[in-house]
């Protein structure tokens, strides 16, 4: 069985036990035509031919640390509380000589300090005690460290090992259900349908374009429908047009 596959059978045997029913319909995880793809496509490698991940780090080490402080936190946050941090704790080893209060407080407006300082620990332990210090380039081993999921052990393994995975966090999953790539508000399913749907080689990529095109462009709130170049293709916009 081919890399590709055996992913997308792994994630619809996790996908088979997660309760479905929030899901507008989701027969078929390949929801949008090949035109539409590459339309699609070529328009992100039109406007982020070489997106970056906004999150500043200087090793895997540090990548993980800093996605961990991601979640409910801006990256903008993240940064300016890590320049801080890593000064001094940016190794398993260094960052186990604070203690949880200590972490807590250099990481307090990051949110969720007090789960994400003992994360932060307990993976650290788990790193010195099953992988030499090092963060392991698996899959499956960045899940079973303590305080990342699924979006976190993707987002690592593809930005700091080159991995191909897609990460899918709230601005991937909005993009992806008003462009019509998916119909889900399950991250998984929402993963599944883009690894159906694109390039293995172009999964990576593909996450940071639509993380930046959800920031920017296809924002929560205010979404800048008449600048878009896909608005023609976009269940979203065909919706709201018929609406008004
Ligand atoms: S047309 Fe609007 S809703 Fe659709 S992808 Fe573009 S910005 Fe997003």
């Given at each position: 069985?081919?890399?590709?596959?055996?992913k997308?059978?792994n994630i619809?045997?996790i996908?088979?036990?997660?309760?479905?029913?929030?899901?507008?319909?989701?027969?078929?995880?390949?929801?949008?035509?090949?035109?539409?793809?590459?339309?699609?496509?070529?328009?992100?490698?039109?406007?982020?031919?070489?997106?970056?991940?906004?999150?500043?780090?200087?090793?895997?080490?540090?990548?993980l640390?800093?996605v961990i402080?991601?979640?409910?936190?801006?990256?903008?946050?993240?940064?300016?509380?890590?320049?801080?941090?890593?000064?001094?704790?940016?190794?398993?080893?260094?960052?186990?000589?604070?203690?949880?209060?200590?972490?807590?407080?250099?990481?307090?407006?990051?949110?969720?300090?007090?789960?994400?300082?003992?994360n932060?620990?307990?993976m650290?332990?788990q790193?010195?005690?099953e992988y030499?210090?090092?963060v392991p380039e698996s899959l499956d081993k960045l899940q079973r460290l303590a305080g990342v999921g699924r979006k976190t052990a993707n987002v690592v393994y593809s930005?700091?090992?080159?991995g191909?995975a897609?990460a899918?966090?709230?601005?991937?999953?909005?993009?992806?259900?008003?462009?019509?790539?998916?119909?889900?508000?399950?991250?998984l399913?929402?993963e599944?349908?883009?690894?159906?749907?694109?390039?293995?080689?172009?999964?990576?990529?593909?996450?940071?374009?639509?993380?930046?095109?959800?920031?920017?462009?296809?924002?929560?709130?205010?979404?800048?429908?008449?600048?878009?170049?896909?608005?023609?293709?976009?269940?979203?916009?065909?919706?709201?047009?018929?609406?008004?």
């Amino acid at each position: 069985m081919s890399q590709r596959k055996e992913k997308i059978t792994n994630i619809n045997t996790i996908s088979a036990n997660i309760d479905a029913t929030k899901d507008v319909s989701f027969d078929n995880a390949k929801t949008c035509s090949d035109n539409k793809t590459l339309l699609i496509k070529s328009n992100l490698d039109e406007l982020y031919a070489e997106p970056k991940c906004e999150l500043n780090y200087r090793s895997p080490y540090e990548l993980l640390v800093a996605v961990i402080l991601s979640a409910q936190c801006t990256d903008k946050r993240v940064n300016i509380v890590c320049s801080e941090l890593f000064k001094k704790y940016n190794t398993p080893q260094s960052m186990l000589t604070l203690t949880q209060e200590e972490l807590e407080k250099k990481i307090h407006s990051c949110g969720f300090y007090h789960n994400k300082a003992k994360n932060i620990l307990s993976m650290s332990k788990q790193l010195i005690n099953e992988y030499g210090g090092q963060v392991p380039e698996s899959l499956d081993k960045l899940q079973r460290l303590a305080g990342v999921g699924r979006k976190t052990a993707n987002v690592v393994y593809s930005e700091a090992f080159k991995g191909n995975a897609i990460a899918v966090d709230t601005h991937v999953l909005r993009v992806s259900n008003r462009l019509g790539l998916c119909k889900t508000d399950n991250p998984l399913k929402c993963e599944q349908a883009l690894m159906s749907t694109f390039d293995e080689k172009d999964w990576g990529k593909l996450h940071l374009q639509l993380v930046h095109f959800g920031r920017y462009i296809c924002k929560a709130q205010k979404p800048q429908c008449e600048n878009c170049k896909l608005s023609s293709i976009c269940d979203y916009y065909v919706h709201i047009r018929h609406n008004i």
